[in-house]
C-alpha cells in the first residue's frame, strides 16, 4: 500500500495536480510519523491493516470538516475537502453497501452465537476482524444492537 500511495505521488506531481499531490503528501506525512511513533515503542511499521484505519480517520475528519464548512456558508472550502475524501478513498477498500452490511452483521451474530445485548462487543470485534475498513463500524453497531434486541 505504501509503494501505491508513493507511486501516485510521484504521478500527481509530475502531471502538476497540485490538490492531489498536497493530499498525497499530507497522507504520505500522516504515514511516516504513525511509523515514527511505533519505531518508538519498539515495533515496526505500521501495518497495511493500520493505514487502512489511518486513511479511515483521515475521511471522517474531512467529512466533519466539510459540514462545517458548508454550515458557515464556505462552500469552497468545504468542495476541497471533499475532493480531499475523494483522493483517500481510492487507496480504502471498497465499502460494503447497506444490504451487504446488514447480511455480514447477521452472519457474523449467528456465527459467535450472539443471544443478547451483552454480545455487541464480541460481533463488532468479530466484524472488525473480518472487514477492517470495509464498513462504518458505527452504523454496523447499531444493526448488531437492533438485531440483538
Known sequence: MREQILKATKNAVEAHDKRRACTLRLINAAIKDRDQ?????????????????????????????????????????????????????????????????????????????????????RAMSELKQRYPGRMDFGRASCVVKSMLR
Do not use: T, W, Y
Open 37 to 121: 511513533a511505533s519505531r518508538e515503542r519498539g515495533a515496526d511499521n505500521i501495518s497495511d491493516q493500520e493505514i487502512v484505519g489511518l486513511l479511515s480517520k483521515m475521511v471522517r475528519q474531512r467529512h466533519e470538516s466539510a459540514r462545517e464548512f458548508e454550515e458557515a456558508g464556505r462552500i469552497g472550502e468545504a468542495e476541497e475537502e471533499r475532493e480531499e475524501i475523494a483522493i483517500i478513498r481510492e487507496f480504502l477498500p471498497e465499502q460494503l453497501d447497506e444490504a451487504s452490511m446488514r447480511s455480514v452483521c447477521q452472519e457474523v451474530v449467528q456465527d459467535i452465537g450472539a443471544a443478547g445485548l451483552r454480545d455487541v462487543g
